[in-house]
């Protein structure tokens, strides 16, 4: 009887211990993050919280490895976390002139001064050539992740921006077939040629004797929807106009950007193809009506050598006797032509294609 007695007095002990010990944990697959106050480590987890005194300091580099993979790069692990993830979600966006539209379309100047309004607050001017203004200028050999790179024309316009990722790495909006927001790397030729200077923003530049509320700029909101100086119509193509190009064709051209690729068309509301976009352009501009065919339309200009383009010239690539791509020369190594992804620029050297024919057009 002593032995029932004493086995039922061990069951409600029992009972309790079980349901002390059991712990319900919500699934919260957030990042793994580690700070340490003087000895103290607090490691938080989804919901969860612990504390652990060491007087070891760790860090938890999981999420700099994450966005360093995604961003093909590798970072210190002192950089803004907020601002690398803002950044890693333009990726892909494509471009897309006097837009700023994460997802649907960006350019250059919209895809940079977004990023700083959505990570801190910050207003930057809207135009590439403006947002110089917003910035505290920075040594090449000391440029940091965040610091906005300025890209330029012989000549000192700004055209261009992207953010540095630190080193030689950055991400930009780049025109190039519409590609869209990339990373890219300042030791290419192009780059190099073009790199006009790094500024760290005002508000958030912390060396002495350069803070700056930015108070007192004048921020300006807006972009032209449709370029109509040169440092726009360079903003839009991602080409370092020199000023003196012919307006009433660099207009035309500029107004079938974007224009989506379609098999025997030349509209630009409806699409067009290669020969449809060239020998239309030409038609609308100086009232030369050219046949679309590829032999022919050659056979109508006056050959010159790659060394004596000059913008307006018109450029034919071959592969396997056939003619997939004609464009129009616009300088700085770039033409506009039409691709899968509607009319675009794009750099000459396309890879399979030779480059098989030069030509400038009467006008």
């Not at 869209?180 to 073009?194: D, F, M, P």
């Not at 760290?200 to 700029?217: E, F, I, P, Y």
């Not at 770039?334 to 030779?354: C, F, P, Q």
């Amino acid at each position: 009887m002593l032995k029932k007695l004493l086995l039922l007095a061990t069951i409600p002990t029992v009972m309790i211990s079980c349901t002390t010990t059991t712990k319900t944990v919500a699934n919260k697959p957030t990042t793994t993050t580690k700070t340490t106050t003087n000895t103290t480590t607090t490691t938080k987890t989804g919901g969860n919280t612990t504390s652990n005194t060491t007087g070891k300091t760790t860090t938890n580099t999981a999420s700099y490895t994450q966005y360093a993979q995604k961003l093909g790069t590798t970072f210190k692990g002192t950089e803004d976390i907020n601002f690398l993830k803002e950044v890693t979600s333009w990726l892909g966006t494509p471009y897309l002139y006097a837009s700023n539209t994460k997802g649907k379309g960006t350019d250059c100047s919209g895809f940079v001064s977004q990023v700083f309004l959505n990570t801190y607050g910050i207003k930057l001017n809207r135009v590439s050539s403006s947002m110089v203004a917003n910035v505290n200028k920075v040594d090449r050999n000391s440029i940091e992740c965040g610091d906005i790179l300025f890209f330029a024309n012989s000549s000192g316009k700004i055209y261009h921006v992207g953010i540095s990722l630190g080193g030689d790495r950055f991400v930009h909006s780049a025109t190039s077939n519409n590609v869209g927001v990339k990373t890219e790397t300042l030791t290419l030729a192009y780059y190099k040629q073009h790199y006009y200077m790094a500024g760290r923003v005002k508000q958030l530049d912390k060396r002495s004797g350069n803070n700056s509320t930015g108070s007192n700029t004048k921020i300006v909101e807006t972009i032209a929807t449709k370029p109509s100086t040169y440092e726009e119509f360079s903003e839009q193509m991602g080409v370092a106009f020199a000023g003196k190009e012919d307006l009433k064709l660099l207009t035309e051209i500029s107004e079938w950007m974007g224009t989506p690729f379609r098999s025997g068309k030349s509209d630009k509301k409806v699409g067009t193809d290669g020969l449809g976009f060239v020998t239309t352009v030409y038609k609308n501009v100086y009232g030369k009506a050219y046949e679309r065919n590829a032999e022919t339309l050659m056979a109508s200009l006056t050959k010159i050598t790659k060394a004596n383009l000059q913008f307006g010239d018109i450029i034919v690539y071959k592969k396997d006797d056939k003619y997939p791509i004609i464009g129009i020369y616009l300088g700085d190594n770039k033409i506009a032509y039409t691709s899968v992804n509607g009319v675009a620029t794009v750099d000459m050297a396309l890879g399979v294609y030779e480059l098989y024919f030069c030509g400038r057009p009467a006008k």
